[in-house]
């Protein structure tokens, strides 16, 4: 602020305050700044990434990809904004548009690191799993110091089964680097499906020494203690979530998880609310939701609900947990909605995977609606 005092149309250090006002969740004094910067000098390409960022933070991805097209119109070379472009196809859906415009800036100079990290993560998506490794391994040819990509090659291997691999090469990278604090909960994943708790338990809470407000590991903590039986630590961790942030959406689910174990329907159902008040298209929690409403036989009320939520959530194949539909077919079945059940199928089968479509099948095909 003192700079900008000083030399009001210095653009560095507009740009720099954008980066300060978003690493404090200041979006619109953030965009403000930028907006300014631009109206100073209306060729600047930083400022054009740092903006499109925020809008990505902001959810306004169709304003972040004009500006970044922009930016590209101004200077067709850039790369960086072919990677944030990228990001925001991803989030759209648009991988095809997405691994394109990666490839291109792979054209321009071939050895770059973070643009196949995220052809690795497009091809994840894609079910292209080894193509992702192959994208994965050349990065690592070039820089084999790199942490991320030995993330994702670790995600890679634990879809695969080979969970041995997964744990090697977590285990490489915190070699490398012992402050990470991704790879430690990759790695009590990885620890988890091979039911190894304690040891999961263990890299968690060496991870929160590291990281005291970290909300993934306490989480991950809280998934360990539910399977060790162990109901009310895993209540107390999850609360501590919520206090640390109270927009935390992911340990509302989880506790919502709990309060069902322990057949407290009515407290999953205010949890599950509250998280729907905070991102009305959460589809995690509405998932969980009609489970609670099966188990309180309120059928119609769900339904309401969930026609509510269908109404004004975009549904794209891949980017959907299955489980919604799972149980919707499920309390569909249980009360006697076979014609509901069927207008659903109707609308979304093209999004569904091959589990839901057996258990459609299973639950209605060749039965009369009663």
């Known amino acids: ?55 990505q933070k902001q959810g306004k991805l169709p304003e972040a990809e004009k500006v970044l097209m922009e930016s590209l119109a101004i200077d067709n070379k850039q790369l960086h904004p072919r990677t944030e472009l990228a990001k925001i196809y991803q989030k759209q859906g648009k991988l095809p548009e997405a691994e394109k415009v990666l490839m291109e800036s792979l054209a321009i100079d071939n050895k770059q690191l973070h643009p196949r990290t995220e052809l ?24 084999n110091k790199q942490l991320h ?57 060496e991870l929160l020494e590291l990281d005291k407000k970290n909300l993934q590991a306490r989480t991950e903590l809280a998934k360990i203690y539910q399977k060790q039986g162990k109901l009310p630590e895993a209540e107390k961790v999850l609360k501590e979530c919520i206090e640390i942030n109270n927009k935390d959406l992911n340990s509302r ?47 119609d009320i769900c339904l309401q609900k969930v026609e509510s939520f269908l109404s004004k959530t975009t549904i794209r194949k891949g980017g959907t947990p ?23 199928y109707k609308q979304y089968h093209s999004i569904l995977d091959e589990r839901n479509l057996q258990l459609y099948r299973s639950l209605f095909e060749n039965k009369k609606s009663r």
């Open 322 to 344: 299955q489980s919604l539909f799972n149980n919707l077919f499920k309390l569909c079945a249980a009360f006697w909605k076979n014609d509901v059940a069927k207008k659903f």
């Open 1 to 55: 602020m003192e700079c900008l005092r000083l030399s009001p149309k210095d653009l560095n250090s507009r740009t720099e305050l954008s980066i300060i006002y978003r690493e404090q969740g200041k979006l619109p004094e953030a965009e403000k700044v930028l907006m300014e910067s631009l109206a100073i000098d209306n060729k600047q390409l930083h400022s054009r990434t740092e903006l499109a960022k925020i809008y």
């Open 149 to 205: 990509p030995r993330t994702e090659l670790a995600k890679i291997y634990q879809k695969q089964g080979k969970l041995p691999e997964a744990e090697k090469v977590l285990m490489e990278s915190l070699a490398i680097d012992n402050k990470q604090l991704h790879p430690r909960t990759e790695l009590a994943k990885i620890y988890q499906k091979q039911g190894k708790l304690p040891e999961a338990e263990k890299v968690l809470k």
């Open 120 to 143: 690795a993560k497009i091809d994840q998506k894609q079910g292209k799993l080894p193509e992702a490794e192959k994208v994965l391994m050349e990065s690592l040819a070039i820089d």
């Open 253 to 299: 689910t989880e506790l919502a998880k709990i309060y069902q174990k322990q057949g407290w329907n009515k407290e999953a159902e205010r949890v599950l609310l509250e998280s729907l008040s905070i991102d009305s298209r959460n589809l995690f929690a509405m998932a969980e939701l009609i489970k609670v409403y099966h188990a309180l036989k309120k059928p």
